[in-house]
């Protein structure tokens, strides 16, 4: 009876040694992808999208294809068509039938005026390979989290094609679904 006790607690303990070494084994592989697809990332990209904003559904474009020059270009409803936000270091242009404003980034208030320019800013912050915050993994999807002008967002990134899928503003102030995501360089 004590040697079938003896050999049982050793068989267990092996077993959980091994789960307990394969587990590590997983974790690592785990942190290893996540470190080679944030790699694989660049902060100049262009994506189709679409939203509801306010009940409104939009579709549009967005791009950043130079450090701190961003494009926002609303393409549906017809209603809105040509709508645009052009996103630079120190202002907001936005455009519309032929009219335009610029509106100064120090002087604050521009983000309520509309979530666009941050959704720029917020995807260039979550495409830029910060190694002490890798993504996580969620069923099929990679979620990235930061903060950005005090605000939290997120990004889910298709786990097979290594693209960016949904941006997540905080407080639902925006949900982005985006399409045919490109990265520029």
């Excluded at 005026?113 to 993504?135: D, H, K, N, Q």
């Excluded at 993994?137 to 903060?147: G, K, L, P, S, Y």
Aim: net charge negative.
């Amino acid at each position: 009876m004590r040697s079938f006790s003896l050999r049982f607690f050793l068989i267990f303990f092996t077993l959980l040694w091994g789960m307990t070494v394969l587990a590590g084994c997983s974790k690592a592989r785990e942190e290893a992808k996540a470190r080679q697809l944030m790699e694989s990332f660049s902060q100049h990209f262009e994506s189709e999208f679409s939203c509801t904003l306010d009940g409104l559904e939009l579709e549009g474009r967005i791009s950043l294809p130079n450090p701190g020059s961003g494009l926002v270009e609303i393409t549906a409803p017809q209603s809105l068509a040509g709508l645009t936000y052009r996103v630079d270091a120190d202002h907001v242009e936005i455009s519309y039938s032929g009219l335009n404003f610029a509106l100064d980034k120090s002087a604050g208030g521009f983000a309520e005026l509309s979530p666009f320019p941050r959704a720029l800013g917020a995807l260039s912050t979550l495409l830029t390979y910060r190694p002490e915050e890798l993504p996580v993994r969620e069923r099929d999807f990679w979620r990235i989290d930061a903060t950005v002008d005090g605000k939290k967002c997120s990004l889910l990134v298709a786990q097979d094609t290594g693209l960016p899928v949904k941006l997540l503003l905080e407080g639902g102030d925006l949900e982005l679904l985006l399409k045919n995501f490109t990265f520029l360089g």
